[in-house]
T-cell receptor
């Protein structure tokens, strides 16, 4: 089944404790992206990647890192999480990252930073 | 990218057509209109997109005005499972950088 998976689905952590949210897709997509969703602010893009070893900043990249060492995986790294990074996070992928491509979204990761 | 304006919320009776409007008065000639929806904290789901012509697929129809300054998403026979937040996005064709969904329209289908 074609899908985007994220782990963990729920995470409660404390300020400053490094964490990684994994994202994996099995559709051989070139493009992958991370979003965060907050009440009243909609979905905002954090980082995106057009291909292996190619990443770039989205709308709200501060406090996050990403890597794209393999086509299928695009982990989101919070080196020193802070409470303002409490949010619902979505990973997405599409074939080439063009506007005419359909984006496929993962199920979401709800992160709470205390 | 052009900005969009959508109503914050709408209701629709089950079985009736749901018509969701979107204004994009500053849209450029090479910008597509996209619609996604999000069902309660799940990942957004692609619905339909178009450039100039009206489009229809198994989920919905997209009506774009001749001047392209507004569009309407039509769900022909709304069901309770169509209750969701619907996002209208206009984008230049190209890499999906700084992809911004906005806050969308919360559609409630009423039994």
């Amino acid at each position: 089944e074609a899908q985007v998976t994220q782990n963990p689905r729920y995470l409660i952590t404390v300020t400053g404790k490094k964490l990684t949210v994994t994202c994996s897709q099995n559709m051989n997509h070139e493009y992958m992206s991370w979003y965060r969703q907050d009440p009243g602010l909609g979905l905002r893009q954090i980082y995106y990647s057009m291909n292996v070893e190619v990443t770039d900043k989205g709308d709200v990249p501060e406090g996050y890192k990403v890597s794209r060492k393999e086509k299928r995986n695009f982990p989101l790294i919070l080196e020193s999480p802070s409470p303002n990074q409490t949010s619902l996070y979505f990973c997405a992928s599409s074939l080439f990252g063009l506007d005419t491509d359909t984006q496929y979204f993962g199920p979401g990761t709800r992160l709470t930073v205390l | 990218d052009a900005k969009t304006t959508q109503p914050t919320s709408m209701d629709c009776a089950e079985g009736r057509a749901a018509n969701l409007p979107c204004n994009h008065s500053t849209i450029s000639g090479n910008e597509y209109v996209y619609w996604y929806r999000q069902i309660h904290s799940q990942g957004p789901q692609y619905i339909i997109h178009g450039l100039k012509n009206n489009e229809t697929n198994e989920m919905a129809s997209l009506i774009i005005t001749e001047d392209r300054k507004s569009s309407t998403l039509i769900l022909p026979h709304a069901t309770l499972r169509d209750t969701a937040v619907y996002y209208c996005i206009v984008r230049v064709a190209g890499p999906m950088n700084q992809f911004y969904f906005g806050t969308g329209t919360s559609l409630t289908v009423i039994p």
